[in-house]
């Protein structure tokens, strides 16, 4: 996770990212505090989290490591190609020093010199990872390039599944862990948003035969962050982590549905959602073996 010290709205990523507000007034302070908390209550929840600070002026989206880096059980990291210029420079080779210091990592595939072709994956923003039916579920956007998504899918051993997705407005959701999170037993999907009919029941249908009861969500759940969600394991067992804006908008039935496999853990982070991303792009998820 890294911390942001000078965290706003990033006009660079305004015109595809709806979700997105600008910051009017300095937020820093603020943004902050909402993080420290994030970090300290998934420490009372018993995960081990690896914090960053960053103090730059010019990376303001910085907070969202998801998008740059991923990593992958056997020991393998995936470096990603970002779409705006002042994202690409979130990438930090400390944090994947330290990842190679902390755990057993074989290899580095990094992709982000496809930047020079203008080519564009964003990491766990742009695919949601199955990793017990090998799917990599993907809504199409200028983040995820379809060329880039065959090669990450044939080097970490994914199925894709790529499909439109778009709110009601007509505009394409901009990453696909705003539309939904894949959990060990549950998924929560904002099915409607999937343009293609049959498209949607392929998405529904495959969670379905990889054990997952699936939480169809609502635009105006996933307007409130519902869908950017993760599921992490504490000392206690599975927690999914969402924010408090996105736990007030499920029903009482969708948290009784998913309080069957996890405990919620919501999260104060309104001013950090303005940025258009949420907890789940927050975290990046560590499937590493430690030395």
Not at 69 to 97: K, L, Q
Not at 146 to 154: A, D, G, I, S
Not at 200 to 211: A, P
Request: hydrophobic share 40%.
């Amino acid at each position: 996770m890294i911390r942001p010290h000078h965290f706003r709205s990033n006009p660079e990523t305004q015109g595809d990212n709806a979700y997105q507000t600008a910051s009017v007034t300095d937020v820093s302070d603020t943004a902050r505090a909402e993080f420290d908390g994030v970090v300290a209550a998934l420490r009372k929840f018993g995960v081990a989290v690896h914090d960053f600070d960053d103090t730059s002026r010019d990376t303001p989206d910085s907070v969202f490591p998801n998008n740059w880096f991923s990593t992958h059980a056997g020991g393998h990291v995936a470096v990603y190609p970002m779409y705006a210029d002042n994202r690409r420079r979130e990438r930090r080779p400390d944090v994947i020093e330290h990842l190679k210091n902390a755990f057993r990592v074989q290899d580095v595939i990094d992709y982000s010199g496809l930047e020079q072709d203008n080519l564009a994956l964003e990491g766990t923003g742009a695919m949601v990872l199955d990793h017990i039916g090998r799917v990599a579920y993907v809504a199409r956007s200028l983040r995820a390039d379809p060329v880039l998504l065959e090669r990450f899918c044939t080097h970490f051993n994914f199925e894709p599944i790529a499909f439109d997705a778009a709110d009601s407005a007509g505009q394409a959701v901009y990453h696909t862990n705003v539309l939904m999170a894949v959990g060990t037993r549950v998924a929560l999907v904002g099915l409607d948003m999937i343009s293609d009919p049959a498209r949607r029941d392929m998405v529904r249908t495959r969670l379905e035969q990889t054990g997952r009861e699936v939480i169809a969500l609502s635009e105006a759940q996933i307007n409130a962050f519902a869908g950017n969600a993760i599921e992490l394991e504490g000392s206690d067992g599975l927690f999914l982590a969402l924010s408090t804006t996105a736990h007030r908008g499920l029903t009482p039935q969708q948290i009784t549905q998913i309080e069957k496999y996890a405990t919620l853990l919501p999260l104060s982070i309104p001013t950090l959602e303005t940025a258009g991303g949420s907890v789940r792009c927050m975290i990046a998820g560590l499937h590493l073996a430690r030395r």
